[in-house]
């Protein structure tokens, strides 16, 4: 067992979903406040481990279909370059430094570690297995990042980004398992909910959820407390936009939807999204004068 297999089996490039962790902080500049960088920063190694837990249990549990998987039958566990007694081993220990720093973060931040964790046990024993729920399951766990993120600092969140998250996820979600059906059919033997989708529906799925994460930010960037106090809000919603649509374009076109995190890395057009993102963010924030904007 390498270095890198360590590395692989506990999907160190999947903590870059656990970046909605932050949001609440970012988006009630949570840094002019002492002791919330500490918290939430705390909060985010939480639920790295976290997770890396439940994707080393999801790797034991599903070790047989993975085998079944072109691609997937390359993991370290599937291919037996990591023993299943040392996979389990480390997921506890994961989850036990992940609650560890969830108590030093917020006692409250290990409600949502346990709601994470519980989200993860009804996903594997039933929700994986039907449409739809699969993806909303996926989706419920990044607003459940969101809220951990909120608890961190114990700053409350707006309803409208909780649903642009939500929706977000959903879009990314049926991405992937819009290229999981290309690749493996709706007869495939590693996830059964598969065979109650087809190509049109996941289609329309994409198309419908990436919509309805464009209106709600959109919305969020206008009407909600934080853009009230910062009108300048608006100029970041462009950027959510073209990311999308960028999106839909890499999954329409190239099929590369398999891996978002990967995908996002990869594209020169979504990186520099995120970095204008950032700015415009950031000018928004420092209250920039826009006299076009009512205050």
């Not at 089996?9 to 949001?23: C, S």
């Not at 249990?57 to 047989?64: C, F, L, Q």
């Not at 076109?253 to 950032?278: H, N």
Request: net charge positive; hydrophobic share 50%; aromatic share 14%.
């Amino acid at each position: 067992m390498s270095f890198a297999d360590l590395v692989r089996v506990v999907r160190v490039k999947q903590w870059t979903k656990n970046v909605f962790v932050f949001a609440a902080f970012i988006f009630v500049k949570g840094w002019a406040t002492p002791g919330y960088p500490k918290s939430v920063i705390f909060a985010f190694l939480a639920m790295c481990l976290a997770s890396s837990a439940t994707y080393l249990v999801n790797d034991i549990y599903d070790i047989e279909k993975d085998r079944a998987h072109p691609v997937k039958k390359n993991r370290p566990i599937a291919s037996g370059r990591v023993p299943v007694y040392f996979a389990l081993a480390l997921a506890l220990a994961l989850l036990v430094g992940s609650f560890v720093l969830g108590y030093l973060s917020n006692v409250n931040v290990l409600y949502g570690l346990l709601t994470y964790l519980g989200i993860q046990v009804v996903y594997n024993l039933s929700w994986r297995n039907k449409s739809v729920a699969d993806v909303a399951c996926i989706a419920l766990g990044f607003v459940i990042r969101v809220i951990l993120g909120a608890l961190a600092i114990t700053e409350p969140v707006s309803g409208w980004i909780l649903l642009c998250t939500a929706t977000l996820a959903l879009m990314l979600g049926f991405g992937k398992r819009r290229h999981e059906f290309i690749l493996m059919g709706s007869q495939s033997s590693s996830r059964k909910s598969l065979a109650e989708y087809s190509l049109q529906s996941l289609d329309m799925l994409v198309v419908f959820s990436a919509t309805c994460a464009a209106l709600t930010y959109s919305v969020y960037s206008i009407e909600s407390m934080t853009a009230r106090l910062h009108p300048g809000l608006l100029v970041t919603t462009p950027f959510v936009i073209y990311g999308i649509a960028r999106y839909i374009v890499i999954v329409f076109g190239s099929g590369e939807s398999g891996e978002p995190e990967s995908m996002v890395l990869k594209d020169r057009q979504l990186i520099i999204t995120f970095i204008g993102y950032a700015a415009a963010a950031y000018f928004a924030f420092k209250d920039f004068p826009l006299p076009f904007l009512y205050r």
